[in-house]
């Protein structure tokens, strides 16, 4: 996952956050192209944080950090004898090489004792959880599920500082606007939560506790829930479970509502009305023959959602119900969101997929994503930009070339598909 703000969490280098930061690709190949990330500061303003040097670039933060109240005892104290982190400059380098497939993907991120640890968790925490529930509507298996994908329930939260790691991906990167802001917000954080700056740990690019927020979601939607006088999200379950609540019911959550429902499509199915900003109402994906995949109707209701298709039309088909865009406030990945409501249905005892994505689905790495992108222009049917990055467009020249080709028109690089394309246009 890349570093889009308001995210409520970036990655932390945990076997999990080490999926979701893989997921970008994964992302970008479902959702949309790759937006250009908003933490990539012109470098005229990078320049200006950074200045002269790591100590310059630290008292222009400082600077900051005090027109936004935070004392210079706090500040002097987190930035004393401060250096750059090497191994994060190492981390923030690697670029994924693949995206993964929905299959690998769900593989890694529920496993059978996942869901397990989940239904004790629930059962364990039942009466906090329920509270919480009550008091902001989000369901407690959604709540343990984002705790168990986030940090797995608590057993990985991170071993950087979190002060140092922030600090220098705001002085050494090009993420400086973006970065530095989330350094004013650590800095506050240790001054409202009297914490020692050993005390915050987090991932390596600055995700904290059970929950793995950033520091700008720390502040804006921690909460204090166990009232001990301040948000402790590395150690207090009560303060875990209402913060995690309260950012999603301020990010819209409805109250007692799925996140998605796995459907089936009919035979004959026109697969290029699916993608993921063609939302219709249920009433009308039940007019074109679409059902629920334990086989029961859809509801007849003017309810918007869109319908995904992560691993094409062999695997199963997602109704991306009102809750999944939430979810995505939180990651901006579309298998990430699966994976939340899947867990979440299985935590509470529900089924696992009804439609397995096919086996044979692979990654599509840069390398391969380049060259079908390539053919698709040579037989005239892609102008965009040769990135190697599969989004909306690619997906439609791709779409565009199934018909051609009598293929079904999912807009997905199965084997079955790229080997007819290279056929094509050799
Ligand atoms: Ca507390």
Request: glycine share 10%; with cysteine.
């Given at each position: 996952m890349s570093d889009h703000a308001p995210r409520a969490a970036i990655p932390s280098r945990s076997a999990l956050a080490l999926l979701s930061l893989l997921a970008v690709a994964g992302c970008a190949a479902q959702a949309e192209s790759p937006t250009p990330s908003p933490t990539n500061s012109p470098p005229a303003a990078a320049a200006a944080i950074q200045g002269a040097d790591f100590g310059a670039c630290l008292a222009n933060i400082r600077r900051m950090a005090l027109a936004q109240g935070v004392s210079a005892a706090v500040a002097d104290n987190a930035f004393a004898g401060l250096t750059p982190d090497p191994k994060v400059l190492d981390l923030d380098g690697r670029q994924p090489e693949f995206s993964l497939t929905l299959g690998r993907y769900l593989g890694?991120?529920?496993?059978?004792?996942?869901?397990?640890?989940?239904?004790?968790?629930?059962?364990?925490?039942?009466?906090?959880?329920?509270?919480?529930?009550?008091?902001?509507?989000?369901?407690?298996?959604?709540?343990?599920?984002?705790?168990?994908?986030?940090?797995?329930?608590?057993?990985?939260?991170?071993?950087?500082?979190?002060?140092?790691?922030?600090?220098?991906?705001?002085?050494?990167?090009?993420?400086?606007?973006?970065?530095?802001?989330?350094?004013?917000?650590?800095?506050?954080?240790?001054?409202?939560?009297?914490?020692?700056?050993?005390?915050?740990?987090g991932s390596w690019a600055g995700a904290m506790g059970n929950t793995q927020f950033m520091p700008s979601t720390f502040t804006a939607h921690g909460v204090d829930r166990d009232g001990d006088g301040r948000v402790d999200l590395w150690n207090s379950l009560p303060d875990v479970f209402a913060s995690s609540a309260n950012f999603l019911s301020k990010v819209g959550w409805r109250r007692g509502q799925a996140s998605h429902e796995?459907?089936?499509?009919?035979?004959?199915?026109?697969?290029?009305?699916?993608?993921?900003?063609?939302?219709?109402?249920?009433?009308?994906?039940?007019?074109?023959?679409?059902?629920?995949?334990?086989?029961?109707?859809?509801?007849?209701?003017?309810?918007?959602?869109?319908?995904?298709?992560?691993?094409?039309?062999?695997?199963?088909?997602?109704?991306?119900?009102?809750?999944?865009?939430?979810?995505?406030?939180?990651?901006?990945?579309?298998?990430?969101?699966?994976?939340?409501?899947?867990?979440?249905?299985?935590?509470?005892?529900?089924?696992?997929?009804?439609?397995?994505?096919?086996?044979?689905?692979?990654?599509?790495?840069?390398?391969?994503?380049?060259?079908?992108?390539?053919?698709l222009q040579r037989l005239g049917l892609y102008g965009e930009e040769v990135d190697g990055m599969i989004g909306p467009k690619s997906r439609a020249s791709l779409r565009a070339f199934q018909i051609r080709a009598g293929l079904v028109a999912d807009g997905h690089p199965s084997a079955e598909t790229l080997g007819r394309l290279r056929a094509a246009s050799p």
């Open positions: 890694n991120a529920i496993s059978a004792e996942r869901i397990a640890k989940g239904r004790q968790m629930l059962a364990r925490h039942n009466t906090l959880l329920r509270a919480v529930e009550r008091d902001y509507g989000v369901q407690a298996e959604y709540l343990v599920s984002f705790w168990g994908l986030e940090s797995g329930y608590g057993s990985f939260v991170g071993d950087f500082s979190v002060v140092r790691s922030v600090a220098t991906l705001a002085c050494r990167t090009r993420r400086a606007g973006f970065f530095a802001g989330e350094t004013v917000q650590a800095l506050r954080i240790l001054g409202a939560n009297h914490l020692q700056p050993a005390q915050m740990k796995e459907v089936t499509l009919p035979q004959g199915f026109a697969y290029d009305k699916i993608d993921l900003n063609e939302e219709r109402t249920l009433r009308e994906w039940r007019g074109l023959g679409v059902r629920l995949a334990n086989g029961g109707a859809l509801p007849d209701s003017a309810e918007r959602a869109a319908i995904a298709l992560p691993a094409g039309h062999r695997g199963p088909a997602f109704l991306m119900l009102p809750n999944f865009k939430v979810v995505m406030t939180w990651n901006r990945s579309v298998l990430y969101a699966i994976s939340v409501g899947a867990l979440a249905r299985q935590i509470a005892g529900g089924p696992g997929l009804i439609r397995e994505p096919p086996a044979e689905d692979q990654p599509i790495g840069r390398e391969a994503a380049l060259d079908m992108q390539g053919r």
